[in-house]
């Protein structure tokens, strides 16, 4: 059984930081791209970044310059490290495999139930 988790995120303070972990279960992903999003009540889900199978990076404008994906192939893991939260930063974050090795914009097969990030003050 194919299982992606999500942990890290919480309750914040605007200009703080989060590490959100990625952990993959009966699943490799090194040949994936790997997608975090978020969707927050009465907004799009929003792709906030992606890694390709090789490490190449994409970020939407949104958060370029304060967040940053990476993996860990040998752990199966994939990590969004979020700095400078906003209150619009406010979400439940999931991360996805790709349909691709790169970041083709498509969700793949495999998503997990989330973890959520709340940004007040």
């Known amino acids: 059984q194919v299982k992606l988790t999500e942990s890290g995120g919480g309750s914040v303070q605007p200009g703080e930081s989060l590490t959100l972990s990625c952990a993959a279960s009966?699943?490799?992903?090194?040949?994936?791209?790997m997608i975090w999003f978020r969707e927050a009540p009465g907004k799009e889900r929003e792709e906030v970044s992606c890694?390709?199978?090789?490490?190449?990076?994409e970020y939407a404008d949104s958060v370029k310059g304060r967040f940053t994906i990476s993996r860990d192939n040998t752990k199966n893991t994939v990590t969004l490290q979020i700095s400078s939260l906003r209150p619009e930063d406010t979400g439940n974050y999931f991360c996805?495999?790709?349909?691709?090795?790169?970041?083709?914009?498509?969700?793949?097969?495999?998503w997990g139930r989330g973890t959520q990030v709340t940004v007040s003050s």
């Open positions: 890694i390709s199978s090789r490490g190449i990076t």
């Open positions: 009966g699943l490799r992903l090194d040949p994936f791209a």
């Open positions: 996805a495999t790709d349909e691709e090795g790169y970041c083709s914009g498509y969700l793949g097969d495999y």
